[in-house]
């Protein structure tokens, strides 16, 4: 038994209820199971009970086994002074004074054994097996959810860089669209290529090539030791005071189509191009406007499409959300459902277990999915873990 485990049986109540006693003999009523408390002190806050037929109010704090009580300190901590019952796993040596409830002899099985399977699964998610069988209804409402969690989470961390920059917009735009390139392994160093060049600095060199690739493939530390671009760099960096990055570029299992210089080469050329992307981003009236305006050699329509879901949509997701324009929030939702899926290690394993693909939306939400669920083991916070346990 896990402690998470527990704290999930309690607030759900997914235990036996009827002819509930204490440890002690007395009779126990479950009114509300108290609110989940994840800062310091018990477990649950403002849970109601009645023992013996008398209504009590306070805190509950849960252990696998009740002798942890004394193992954590509790006995001493003022935190703990009020609790008004202490649910556990099993009886051995627990506090006195205080109503012990015991849950072991309470809990369908299934749950335990299945979830114990679950915590030890070498596959690609916990439930492979078990994942074909949840009722279809689930994933829409699910999928959704995540959605919306995974761009929340994205506009959070624009909002720090808007912090950051002074509200840039453009210049956020720049640090996520390099970010984007750089990735599935170079997403680190090159935010941090394009965060160590002033936004100003290439603003004065958009339309200078060689200048341009000189200060980013410079500060990767591409370039050769007697080439003109490593003349020109050496210029540049001594006239703007440039810092190197700490993030290495990294080389390891990458196609020679995502080389790190082509791709910083790619992304001088983005630069130069125009007006600032940000507010193409925000004229647009579809993804293929938006997709049609990346005409840079060699970027193909896999890179274009990473561009669109990795940085253009996070960027008009968090403007709408930022700036309460609803309109930008939903029309960054819709690219997203009109947008093929990413192509992926991760998505084609998803495939593989039969799960339906059909857009980024799609591909996005199992990302998430896989992220922050899967990976973390936290099947009982997933609709589908949920679901398959018949919760």
Same mark, same amino acid.
């Given at each position: 038994?896990?402690? @998470?485990?527990?704290?999930?049986?309690?607030?759900?109540?997914?235990?036996?209820?009827?002819?509930?006693?204490?440890? /002690?003999?007395?009779? #126990?009523?479950?009114?509300?199971?108290?609110?989940?408390?994840?800062?310091? &002190?018990? @477990?649950?806050?403002?849970?109601?009970?009645?023992?013996?037929?008398?209504?009590?109010?306070?805190?509950?704090? #849960?252990?696998?086994?009740?002798?942890?009580?004394?193992?954590? !300190?509790?006995?001493?901590?003022?935190?703990?002074?009020?609790?008004?019952?202490?649910?556990?796993?099993?009886?051995?040596?627990?506090?006195?004074?205080?109503?012990?409830?015991?849950?072991?002899?309470?809990?369908?099985?299934? #749950?335990? !054994?299945?979830?114990?399977?679950?915590?030890?699964?070498?596959?690609?998610?916990?439930?492979?097996?078990?994942? #074909?069988?949840?009722?279809?209804?689930?994933? =829409?409402?699910?999928?959704?959810?995540?959605?919306?969690?995974?761009?929340?989470?994205?506009?959070?961390?624009?909002?720090?860089?808007?912090?950051?920059?002074?509200?840039?917009?453009?210049?956020?735009?720049?640090?996520?669209? *390099?970010?984007?390139?750089?990735?599935?392994?170079?997403?680190? *160093?090159?935010?941090?290529?394009?965060?160590?060049?002033?936004?100003?600095?290439? &603003?004065?060199?958009?339309?200078?090539?060689?200048?341009?690739?000189?200060?980013?493939?410079?500060?990767?530390?591409?370039?050769?030791?007697?080439?003109?671009?490593?003349?020109?760099?050496?210029?540049?960096?001594?006239?703007?005071?440039?810092?190197?990055?700490?993030? =290495?570029?990294?080389?390891?299992?990458?196609?020679?189509?995502?080389?790190?210089?082509?791709?910083?080469?790619?992304?001088?050329?983005?630069?130069? @191009?125009?007006?600032?992307?940000?507010?193409?981003?925000?004229?647009?009236?579809?993804?293929?406007?938006?997709?049609?305006?990346?005409?840079?050699? &060699?970027?193909? *329509?896999?890179?274009?499409?990473?561009?669109?879901?990795?940085?253009?949509?996070?960027?008009?997701?968090?403007?709408?959300?930022?700036?309460?324009?609803?309109?930008?929030?939903?029309?960054?939702?819709?690219?997203?459902?009109?947008?093929?899926?990413?192509?992926?290690?991760?998505?084609?394993?998803?495939?593989?277990?039969?799960?339906?693909?059909?857009?980024? /939306? @799609?591909?996005?939400?199992?990302?998430?999915?896989?992220?922050?669920?899967?990976?973390?083991?936290?099947?009982?916070?997933?609709?589908?873990?949920?679901?398959?346990? !018949?919760?």
């Amino acid at each position: 038994m896990r402690e @998470d485990l527990l704290q999930f049986i309690w607030r759900s109540r997914y235990f036996n209820q009827s002819n509930l006693f204490t440890e /002690a003999g007395e009779a #126990l009523q479950i009114l509300f199971p108290g609110e989940w408390n994840t800062g310091q &002190g018990p @477990d649950f806050r403002n849970a109601r009970i009645r023992i013996n037929g008398v209504l009590r109010e306070g805190p509950v704090e #849960l252990h696998v086994r009740a002798s942890d009580w004394k193992k954590h !300190g509790h006995a001493t901590d003022a935190n703990y002074r009020h609790v008004i019952l202490h649910v556990v796993w099993e009886n051995v040596e627990g506090p006195e004074g205080i109503p012990v409830l015991v849950l072991q002899h309470r809990v369908p099985k299934l #749950l335990l !054994g299945q979830y114990a399977q679950w915590m030890k699964s070498p596959l690609f998610i916990p439930c492979a097996a078990q994942v #074909l069988s949840v009722d279809e209804v689930v994933w =829409p409402g699910w999928k959704e959810g995540l959605l919306q969690r995974r761009l929340q989470r994205r506009t959070q961390i624009i909002r720090t860089w808007l912090e950051e920059n002074r509200q840039h917009w453009e210049e956020a735009t720049w640090w996520l669209m *390099a970010r984007s390139l750089g990735l599935p392994v170079n997403g680190d *160093a090159f935010e941090a290529i394009a965060r160590s060049i002033p936004f100003r600095l290439l &603003g004065r060199y958009r339309h200078e090539t060689i200048r341009m690739r000189a200060l980013l493939l410079g500060q990767a530390g591409l370039l050769g030791e007697n080439s003109a671009l490593q003349r020109e760099y050496r210029f540049l960096r001594a006239k703007h005071g440039l810092s190197a990055i700490a993030e =290495p570029v990294l080389f390891g299992r990458i196609r020679p189509a995502h080389f790190p210089a082509k791709r910083l080469e790619q992304l001088a050329e983005l630069f130069a @191009d125009g007006v600032g992307w940000f507010a193409r981003v925000k004229e647009a009236d579809s993804a293929q406007e938006l997709a049609g305006a990346l005409r840079v050699k &060699g970027l193909g *329509a896999v890179m274009k499409s990473g561009l669109l879901v990795n940085a253009f949509v996070p960027m008009l997701f968090a403007y709408g959300v930022l700036r309460g324009e609803p309109a930008c929030r939903e029309k960054a939702l819709r690219w997203l459902r009109e947008e093929r899926p990413e192509k992926n290690t991760l998505i084609t394993h998803w495939q593989r277990l039969g799960i339906c693909v059909m857009t980024a /939306a @799609d591909s996005q939400s199992l990302l998430e999915l896989k992220k922050s669920y899967c990976d973390a083991r936290k099947c009982l916070d997933c609709a589908v873990g949920q679901a398959l346990l !018949g919760l």
